[in-house]
């Protein structure tokens, strides 16, 4: 029996933007959470002295950041579809600007926390209506077309805000990090306001009731197949999230690099993950997406085993560091399109909020990771205990919550129209968009 997409959700009519203007916009705006957070990690041990404060206070910002992005996704993707994505975007972003100016002005570390916050919770929306500012308007190729220049925008931005911010804070200090993300705000608003009609044509104030967004969440949370699936990207995508708490003060504090050198040297995480996207499109068109998450999770743990041992066989330097974490990124792009697909194949009546609630898991496995990684009394043993656990778990979930019968998930074909999964593989902070879109990733059929 097959299903595709038409079958579940009528064509859209007309586009009201060309594809260029959906694929910019909609990168500039997936791209506003990534960049915040990779724009603001080699600034982290200057926020230590400038503040006076400790290690784990500083994390916290971090903390605070994913916090807020997680449950921000919940929401913002229901308001959208109840009351249209234009007006739910230009608040959210107006949140985060307000963040963005609180942090750059902040006189203490409590201030600067409150800041983050809001930081967070403003730029969920980015990811959330991204998606559906595609959904509404294309379908098919074209579709992919957008989805896939949307992760190509998506990789470059956090590939070159580290060398950008330790740029900014070597030759300015440590505000001129917050006043960058300021202008970037501002110009996305502006687009936005320029640019963006409404593409939700239909918006349903019932959808935002709390009682039926509740339901949605209850049926998704008490199902094996969805579970395991967002658990299991959440936990390998979780140890990156931990790794950009820690990696700051082992590479600049312990390895002695440079804020400017830590920036070059992430880039070797990025681009691990773009090499990852590469090899997994050609893999797609042989296997099921399904069949790439075992071998990305032995890349995963591949690199936590050298992550474990590695400190205590050689020196720390920045290929010690950043060659684990390396196989560790190619691993998540491997692993991502499977697991994604597996979590909201069989939801397309609620598939934003499968996609809310993927998203919230997989962030909300960072914030646990950060909160823990605080506590630690050193860096380096989050980079060598807890991130290697957590692949470990991500391991284990996989296993153990295997489907009880192989008949019942459905599966994607080895088929031409893979680039909408290829855009989620493509995502370093691993969310998926929107609220009460369709999904479209191929053809769909059971298994035999």
Known sequence: MTATHSAEAPTPPAPLMTEREVSIIGGMMVMLGPVSLSLYTPALPTLVEVFGTSIATVKLTLTVFFFGFAVSQLICGPLSDAYGR????????????????????????????????????????????????????????????????????LAIGPAISPTIGGFLLGAFGWHSVFVAMTCFGLALMTLLLLRVPETNRTPDPRLAAPRAVAASYRRLLSDRGFMRAALTAGSALGGIYTLAAALPFVLIDRVGLSPTQFGVAMMMQTGAFMFGTLIARPLLNRFKAQQLILPGLLLVLTGAIAMAVGPHVVALSTLSVMLPISFWACGCALLLPGCTTNALARFGSIAGAASALTGFLQIGSGFIGTSISALLPSPLL???????????????????????????????????????DLELA??????????????????????S
């Not at 060598?384 to 459905?410: N, S």
């Open 382 to 420: 989050a980079m060598t205990i807890l991130v290697p656990a957590m692949a470990v778990m991500a391991l284990t979930i996989h296993l153990v919550l295997a489907p009880r019968r192989e008949a019942a998930p459905l599966e994607v074909e080895p088929a031409r129209d893979l680039a909408p």
């Open 86 to 153: 234009r007006p739910v975007a230009l608040g959210f972003f107006g949140i985060y600007l307000s963040g963005a100016v609180v942090a750059m002005l902040a006189p203490t570390i409590g201030w600067l926390v409150a800041g983050r916050i809001l930081q967070g919770i403003g730029a969920a929306a980015g990811i959330a209506l991204s998606r559906a500012l595609v959904r509404d308007q294309y379908t098919g190729q074209a579709s992919a077309r957008v989805m896939n220049l949307i992760g190509t925008i």
């Open 426 to 447: 493509a995502d370093p902070l691993g969310l998926v968009g929107a609220s009460g879109d369709e999904i479209e990733a191929g053809t769909y059929r059971r298994a």
